[in-house]
T-cell receptor
Framework: AAGVIQSPRHLIKEKRETATLKCYPI?????VYWYQQGPGQDPQFLIS???????DKGSIPDRFSAQQFSDYHSELNMSSLELGDSALYFC?????????????FGQGTRLTVV | GQQVMQIPQYQHVQEGEDFTTYCNSS?????IQWYKQRPGGHPVFLIQ?????EVKKQKRLTFQFGEAKKNSSLHITATQTTDVGTYFC??????????FGTGTSLTVIP
C-alpha cells in the first residue's frame, strides 16, 4: 500500500540558508500535518492543511511557511535557518481532519543545520 | 495551549514484566490516539479511543480512556523485546491538529 512519501530523507544546510521539504500524502487523503521532532523530544505540531487550505497552526516559526498544492502534496519552506532548526521533520496525512482518524506518518526528513 | 503529559518518561523492565504509561491532558479531548515510535523510526498508529471510559485491547496491549476524557493509559502485559520503543499518546482537541504527549521510552531487558 502507498505510504506518505517525504523528500529529501536527509538534508544538510548552512546557517541562514533556506530549505524546502516535500510531502506526498497517501492518495485520497485530504489532510496533511507537519511535525518537528528534536532529539529525544516528542513531535511538536507545526501546521496542518485540509483541502489545500491551512487549517491550524502550532509552534511554527515565522521564518517557516507551508502550503498544500492542488495535488494535495505539501511543502514546508524554511528560511534563515538556525542551528536550532536541526531536527527530524515528519509529515503525516489522514483521510479526514480534526484528528478523528489515524495519521500515517512519513519516514521523515532529517535536517542538519551547520 | 493544550498540554499532554505522559509519565513515566523512561521505563526499564525485565522481559516478561508488565508496563504501563499514563497520559494526562490539561483539557478535555475529543479523542486520543496512541502511537509507537521505534528508535530511528517514525510514529506508527496503534489505536484510537473516542468514548468516555472506553477500553480496547490488542493482544497484550490494553488501552483506556478516562471518564472525563482527560487521561488515558496503555498497559502492556508480559513485555517482550519487540515492545521496545517510545509510546506517545496524541490528543485531539478542537481544530485540525492533535498534540503528542511527552512520550514514554520503554526498554526491555532480555
Amino acid at each position: 500500500a502507498a505510504g506518505v512519501i517525504q523528500s529529501p530523507r536527509h538534508l544538510i544546510k548552512e546557517k541562514r540558508e533556506t530549505a524546502t521539504l516535500k510531502c506526498y500524502p497517501i492518495p485520497r487523503h485530504d489532510t496533511v500535518y507537519w511535525y518537528q521532532q528534536g532529539p529525544g523530544q516528542d513531535p511538536q505540531f507545526l501546521i496542518s492543511f485540509y483541502e489545500k487550505m491551512q487549517s491550524d497552526k502550532g509552534s511554527i516559526p515565522d521564518r517557516f511557511s507551508a502550503q498544500q498544492f492542488s495535488d494535495y502534496h505539501s511543502e514546508l519552506n524554511m528560511s534563515s535557518l538556525e542551528l536550532g532548526d536541526s531536527a527530524l521533520y515528519f509529515c503525516a496525512s489522514s483521510s479526514s481532519p480534526g484528528g478523528f482518524t489515524e495519521a500515517f506518518f512519513g519516514q521523515g526528513t532529517r535536517l542538519t543545520v551547520v | 495551549g493544550q498540554q499532554v503529559m505522559q509519565i513515566p518518561q523512561y521505563q526499564h523492565v525485565q522481559e516478561g514484566e508488565d508496563f504501563t504509561t499514563y497520559c494526562n491532558s490539561s483539557t478535555t479531548l475529543s479523542n486520543i490516539q496512541w502511537y509507537k515510535q521505534r528508535p530511528g523510526g517514525h510514529p506508527v498508529f496503534l489505536i484510537q479511543l473516542v468514548k468516555s471510559g472506553e477500553v480496547k485491547k490488542q493482544k497484550r496491549l490494553t488501552f483506556q480512556f478516562g471518564e472525563a476524557k482527560k487521561n488515558s493509559s496503555l498497559h502492556i502485559t508480559a513485555t517482550q523485546t519487540t515492545d521496545v520503543g517510545t509510546y506517545f499518546c496524541a490528543g485531539a482537541g478542537t481544530g485540525n491538529q492533535f498534540y503528542f504527549g511527552t512520550g514514554t521510552s520503554l526498554t526491555v531487558i532480555p
